[in-house]
């Protein structure tokens, strides 16, 4: 039988390495092993009950037809109104592309300000989709080493040339836990106005942070009025609503208008039902998000603590679910790699965690914290042991 083929632009791509080892994961279970999971980055808690009443009234109500393709003037205008209240910036409804999860438009940002051969630069570690996006638009990320997953402003201002289009970051930092500093936004933006880039902010975490100081992300330190920030933001996270696929972009609005061609194209437009789950949950973040900082905040100071016995080089994490130790010399000289490591712990432990190396980082592992305090402490015991 002759080979199918499948374009050059697919080879190039790997598959999310995530979900690559959600699956040897499940493998495991079927066989009935018992596993921790210290490696999905999906809150443990339930879709809250406001959201899922409001997306079964829509259903109720026949909202199931096709839709505006950058989503319906409710949701644009609910999210405008939330960019003011937390951040100060002064988005309209046009500044507002509401996409299939956050994922789907981090792919459609590249496809729009990407030529081939372009470049965007990426601070490692970085999160997975990252690369393959920018890849998937023909362009090119060139990477920005850190030493332990702080933000790298010199390598950052180096690395750009006149291929560069856009700088990415993610604070809350899937996976390092870091959130970076509001000077360090404010040169982010500096350097993207005076070099004429885009700075993509993907701000997912945005409700997950551990200090007293609100969140502000760089439009709102110093971008107001959106005029280099493409603010990529996720439904999955703060509500608990992985499964919805719901996030939005706000950015310019000549880039809007760009963005809504391909859009056009692409997905045409989110369920009018789950957009109306969305509303139910910006109008409830409050109470939505309070309990679930809490308990996460908790969380983290507990498994902060567990994993600094285990690994000495272990910071505190500063938001999101994760902690992002780099590994002791005496580990890696016994297992060889952070893939071996982490494989090694799966096997023994029955723990799940991630290499650093998925994340461009490799000599770090990547644990989540989102699962209950007893999972917490078991898991960090089987790992103990089985070193
Ligand atoms: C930094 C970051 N951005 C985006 C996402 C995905 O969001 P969505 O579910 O909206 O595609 C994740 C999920 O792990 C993430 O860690």
């Not at 500044?95 to 792919?107: A, D, E, R, T, W």
């Not at 965007?120 to 030493?147: D, K, M």
């Not at 902010?201 to 969140?215: K, N, Q």
Request: aromatic letters at 8%.
């Amino acid at each position: 039988m002759t080979d199918l083929f499948v374009s050059d632009r697919i080879n190039a791509v790997v598959e999310s390495k995530s979900v690559q080892l959600a699956g040897v994961i499940a493998e495991l279970r079927a066989k009935g092993e018992s596993i921790i999971s210290f490696n999905v980055g999906e809150p443990d808690f339930e879709t809250p009950e406001v959201v899922i009443k409001a997306t079964q009234e829509a259903l109720s109500q026949g909202l199931t037809r096709y839709a505006l393709v950058p989503g319906e003037p409710f949701l644009r205008q609910g999210i405008a109104d939330k960019l003011k209240r937390d951040q100060g910036i002064n988005a309209k409804m046009e500044n507002i592309c509401v996409s299939n999860g956050s994922k789907q438009v981090l792919y459609s940002i590249f496809q729009v300000i990407c030529n081939p051969g372009d470049e965007v630069i990426v601070p490692i570690p970085y999160w997975v989709s990252f690369p393959e996006s920018i890849r998937l638009a023909g362009a090119n990320p060139v990477f920005v080493e850190s030493e332990s997953g702080e933000l790298n402003m010199e390598g950052i201002e180096k690395a750009i040339n006149s291929k560069t289009r856009a700088i990415i970051i993610n604070s809350p930092n899937n996976p390092s836990g870091r959130v970076f500093s509001k000077e360090q936004k404010e040169k982010l933006v500096k350097i993207c106005r005076e070099k004429n880039l885009y700075l993509v902010s993907d701000e997912a975490y945005e409700t997950l942070i551990y200090g007293d100081e609100p969140f502000s992300g760089p439009a709102g330190v110093a971008d107001q009025n959106l005029e280099r920030t493409l603010i990529v933001q996720s439904f999955s996270k703060s509500y608990c609503m992985t499964g919805f696929r719901l996030g939005y972009v706000a950015g310019p609005t000549t880039f809007i208008k760009a963005l809504n061609k391909l859009q056009s194209h692409l997905c045409g437009n989110t369920p009018v039902f789950v957009q109306k789950g969305a509303a139910a949950a910006l109008e409830n973040e409050k109470e939505i998000v309070t309990h679930m900082r809490q308990t996460f905040r908790k969380r983290s100071e507990l498994a902060y603590e567990l994993s600094k016995e285990i690994f000495p080089h272990t910071p505190k994490p500063e938001g999101a679910f994760y902690l992002f130790p780099k590994i002791q010399e005496e580990l890696i000289a016994k297992y060889g790699s952070d893939e071996n490591l982490a494989l090694h712990i799966l096997k023994e432990a029955k723990v799940a965690i991630l290499p650093g190396s998925f994340f461009g980082q490799p000599g770090f592992l990547r644990i989540c914290f989102s699962t209950n305090e007893e999972n917490i402490e078991k898991g960090f015991k089987a790992i103990k042991e089985c070193l």
